[in-house]
């Protein structure tokens, strides 16, 4: 077996691990990083995936953000695709990398720190027939992405059902509906996006009914079945259903095989568990991303919420410390935004149900409108904001409807100050008829928020 020594081996790419080890060598050009990649895509914007299956980005290359040649002479990285290291060794720092590009080379690598980003896979649940293969289709990876818009392309189905009515459920249910393809949702909890407060899933799941989305709630699936005619037949605990193909969006976990067998601890939702400058319980390896754990800044504890957002930054800390610098990740909201069809959902901090957990907490729920009533393209906003009651330390927020991304961001600022309602309620917001009425949604939930203090 051939030996080589680096300084910083990075294991994974994409967000995390290209942030990592971009990090690394502008804190020190003179240290030897080497990323270790076993897909042959290092570098491609994620949240873009929905986009291009639809079409609105009419090539995979329009969402790759660098090529593994293209960062390797413009960051200074030795990249190595097609490399899977296959085992870690913390205490006597070296791994172990299988070359697919030669089947015969198997590399042992010495290491003075090491990075784990290993991202995260899709969950795939436990049901009887349930795999990917033919017309049932995962979409984690870009790989993933171009297999199923290949199949749309090709195939022109006309019936599709999604299991999960996440995030990623949501967003693949617009992009394959809006391909003329009829769509219905399959989805295990009593609404459609379940991590949001049911008054907030009211909304989008009018959205989906408008756009003629089906949606099954509080259904689970039991069993896949291929048929001979190209069918797909689907038991559920709501009836049968047949379809052309299946999209499995049931959430992801943490990619940690490597991490669980070498004694690296694991934390909230098996997730690689970090202190804030992303070490490990081994000095020198340290982790980031979609395979780590987070600080989260309101509970004050262990959080898993993978984001793109949170890859990068976690991983330019992680490769800043790597290589010699002495920095913190401060941690996270959650923060995020999508969009289903013509609606908007976001949301930061903690939703009223995760709230009353942990606090007594309080929540403001208001419509109000986008521009001024008057002006074209006014459209609704219905906001809810999560406070404790008493000090009225705001907790969250969660919005629907039009231009809510920017204000959206501006509750989580507030929350990142540790502001309370009131001082929420001062805040000195932009005003022009076609941007926001004169009292901005904003403020008219955190003045109703007051009267619940």
Known sequence: MREERVDIAIIGGVAAGTSAAAAAVR?????????????????????????????LAKDYKDIVIFTPEAFEKSKGVDVRISHEVTSVDPNNKFLTVKNFNDYSENVKVYFDKLILSTGATSFIPPIEGLKIEERIFKVRTLQDAIRLRRFLDNDHPKNAVILGGGYIGLEMAEAIGSRGVNVTIVEMMKDVMPTADPQMSEFIEGELKRNHVKFLT???????????????????????????????????????????????????????????????????????????TAYHRITNDEAYIPLGTTANKQGRVAGRNAAGRKEEFKGVLGTAVTKIFDLEYARTGLTYKEASKQFNAGMSIIKSKSKAHYYPDSKEIHVM?????????????????????????????????????????????????????????????????????
């Not at 804190?27 to 995936?49: A, M």
């Not at 509080?218 to 047949?242: A, C, P």
């Not at 502001?419 to 009292?439: H, N």
């Open 27 to 55: 804190e020190n050009e003179d240290l030897k990083v080497v990323l270790f990649e076993k897909d042959k895509f290092i570098s491609y914007g994620g949240c873009g995936i929905p986009y291009y299956v639809e079409g």
């Open 218 to 292: 509080s259904t689970q699936l039991k069993f896949v079945e291929d048929e001979e005619d190209s069918m797909i037949r689907l038991g559920t605990t709501n009836g049968i259903l047949e379809t052309d193909m299946l999209v499995v969006a049931a959430g992801v976990i943490p990619q940690v095989e490597l991490a669980k067998k070498c004694g690296i601890h694991l934390g909230k939702k098996g997730a690689i568990s970090v202190n804030s400058n992303m070490m490990t319980n081994f000095d020198d390896v340290y982790s980031c991303g979609d395979c780590a």
């Open 385 to 453: 904001l999560v406070y404790e009651k008493g000090t009225g330390k705001i907790l969250g927020s969660q919005m629907a409807g039009s231009d809510i991304s920017k204000r959206i961001d501006v509750i989580a600022s507030a929350i990142t100050a540790g502001m309370d309602v009131e001082e929420l309620s001062t805040f000195d917001l932009s005003y022009a008829p076609p941007f926001a009425p004169v009292w901005d949604p904003i403020l008219i939930a955190a003045n109703v928020a007051k009267k619940g203090i």
